[in-house]
């Protein structure tokens, strides 16, 4: 017997996941996969590796149909053919749409040039903004959306403010979109991760940086994608009262 309402059961449902395929949004597929979640997964580049998972997913859940869509995301028009696509798969339609789309850059602003900051600006604000935009044209009713950013949004730091600024952008967007959809019952929230335990992070940060993040961190380590993607599970789930918010989950690293 589950005693998940209809509007809170995600078996049978088809989840649109961009990066899908590696780091969180990988253990983000293959949890939602365990509620019975169809997938839809976005990846960039690296196709062996998107196949090989698509058919671990196969093989751990049989009943689970996964596609996989490879494109580069940087354009509208992109994402307007990612959701046609992820419709064209399958037939009845998506019913949540999970942004992991980003790029960090660590560096003081008087050293950034214009080809960084578009850059950034791009992946981080751009995608996301049409991410929300198309998956709000194109979600069934009860859909929801969930857009990853960054804990670092409650941050008063150097060296990152182009990470942050372009960021920033998405929880506004969240907000006002939570309000537009409402009469179609989609739910628009954000997860802002603490600093991460995935290659992400350690391209940018020093072995003094990471001491300290974890020194701020509960049980003194760094976030862990096991620690993130219940919270995005619960959002597509039970979390149905929940919209328009962004959910900081940083292990006490900040606080908004």
Partial sequence: MSFLSQNQSVEGQTALITGGTKNLGAHTAAELAKYGANLFLHYHSNKEEAEKFQAQIKSEFPKVKVELYQGNLANADDLAKLFEAGKKAFPSGIDIAINNVGKVLKKPITKISEE??????????????????????NLNQNGRIVSLVTSLLAAYTPFYG??????????????????????????VNAVAPGPMDTPFLYGQETDD?????????????????????????????????ITGQTIYASGGFTAH
Avoid: C, H, M
């Fill in 116 to 137: 960084e900051f578009d850059d950034l600006n791009t992946l981080n604000n751009k995608v996301a903004f049409f991410f929300i935009k198309e998956a709000g044209k």
């Fill in 162 to 187: 182009l990470y942050q600024g372009t960021k920033a952008g998405v929880e506004y967007y969240v907000k006002a979109a939570s309000k537009e959809l409402a009469e179609k019952r989609i739910t």
């Fill in 209 to 241: 940086d990471i001491k300290y993040f974890k020194s701020v961190g509960l049980d003194g380590r760094l976030t862990k994608v096991e620690d993130i993607v219940p919270i995005v599970r619960f959002l597509a789930t039970e979390g149905t009262w």
